[in-house]
């Protein structure tokens, strides 16, 4: 008897307690653990946005009596502007759904171990702390990197036995004040970790200003959605069309890899979630079905202005200087940010990236981004 799932079967995010790519250093007192990673993030900072997570119960959990603030006085939350940074106190308690939204902007998250969990770890040879590592090797669960501090550069064998199905003698090794390969080791790691580019051809519209499908139009010697599916085929891992599912009987589909829309009635913004549903692990180069001049190199240009920090990588539309949501990057960071405004009421791709951390590019040549929604735009369009 086939057993009985009760929630639907969801792709899930590659996350852990905080993020995606996060790392525990465990093994060694706070404060050495706050000095590395104020060390690794200074060395990061001009190419990756690096988060950090940490306790400080040295003070208590009681506000001082003299601090006269709502907070103080009973308020569950209070945000405060410091001009140089923004700060949120909060009495609820926060569990791992929340912290994922928090620091969906950052590239990576460095997690004092002593205090909290983290999917991978960096362990630290310390004598200082070795009795209290050896209450906590259950959370020796991914160790990626081994740091030794001053005079020790052996692993001790009771962690080379928790460590033997890790396969200890291929986790790299340094001194911990070699900050230099140290954070080579991170900026190695997160290039190699930047997500792959999925394609997606929008060619799920109901075409009611031009009357017939546009995914059909002949321009370039095929169906334009073919064509569309070629052109991105040449520079993604993966290309899909996107379709409404009564599209699911078009013979002229069968054998093409499709996602149906399972975020239904939303147009664009709609197909765009449903490619993240389908894979919210990938970034999807998403393209529209109306843009005939578009051509391999405009998407080569993107691609290489591509930003893996933002939510998108965009074309600047020469028409109002807005962004072009339908020749875009979006990052799997932006499917968290796509939810939040369709839970607020918006269904608009553009607004999303007008309102969020994007990079815009201007296209070297403006004729590739020419939408032709209508008879009349075919009428004008010039090859």
């Not at 990673?37 to 946005?49: A, H, M, T, Y």
């Not at 001009?83 to 590239?107: P, W």
């Not at 370039?220 to 379709?243: H, I, V």
Request: charge should be neutral; aromatic fraction near 10%.
């Amino acid at each position: 008897m086939k057993k009985h799932q009760k929630h639907t079967a969801l792709t899930r995010p590659n996350f852990g307690n905080f993020h995606r790519q996060e790392w525990a250093i465990i093994g060694t007192p706070c404060n050495t653990i706050q000095k590395l990673s104020r060390q690794i993030i200074e060395s990061l900072s001009s190419e990756f946005k690096i988060g950090y997570v940490d306790a400080d119960h040295a003070g208590g959990n009681e506000i001082e009596k003299k601090e006269v603030s709502p907070f103080s006085a009973g308020a569950s939350q209070q945000y405060t502007d410091k001009i140089n940074f923004h700060r949120f106190d909060r009495s609820e308690k926060l569990n791992s759904f929340q912290y994922r939204n928090i620091f969906n902007g950052e590239d990576a998250v460095l997690v004092n171990g002593n205090h909290f969990l983290a999917k991978q770890q960096i362990l630290v040879i310390d004598p200082k702390k070795e009795k209290s590592l050896q209450k906590k090797l259950d959370r020796l669960t991914n160790v990626v990197l081994i740091l030794f501090t001053e005079g020790i550069n052996e692993i001790p064998p009771y962690l080379r036995e928790t460590l033997a199905e890790q396969k200890v003698e291929n986790i790299p090794t340094y001194g911990i004040n070699n900050i230099s390969e140290i954070t080579s080791f991170f900026k190695h790691t997160l290039q190699k970790n930047i997500p792959i580019l999925n394609g997606l051809v929008l060619a799920g519209g109901k075409s009611r200003r031009m009357g017939r499908d546009k995914g059909k139009i002949n321009y370039n010697g095929k169906p334009q959605r073919e064509y569309a599916f070629d052109l991105l085929s040449s520079c993604c891992a993966q290309t899909f069309l996107s379709c409404r599912p009564d599209q699911s009987a078009d013979p002229d589909l069968f054998g093409m890899p499709l996602i149906f829309d399972s975020f239904l009635g939303l147009g664009p913004f709609g197909a765009i979630a449903s490619a993240f549903r389908e894979n919210p692990n990938t970034a999807w180069l998403v393209v529209a079905c109306d843009l005939p001049l578009l051509d391999k190199d405009a998407l080569d240009y993107l691609i290489q202005h591509r930003d893996p920090s933002k939510i998108a990588t965009a074309f600047n539309s020469p028409a109002n200087e807005f962004p072009e949501p339908l020749i875009t990057i979006w990052e799997p960071r932006s499917y968290l940010v796509l939810l939040s405004f369709l839970t607020q009421g918006y269904s608009c791709p553009r607004k999303v990236l007008i309102n969020s951390e994007v990079t815009l590019v201007d296209a070297p040549d403006t004729r590739v981004l020419t939408n032709v929604n209508s008879p009349e735009d075919l009428e004008q369009l010039k090859f």
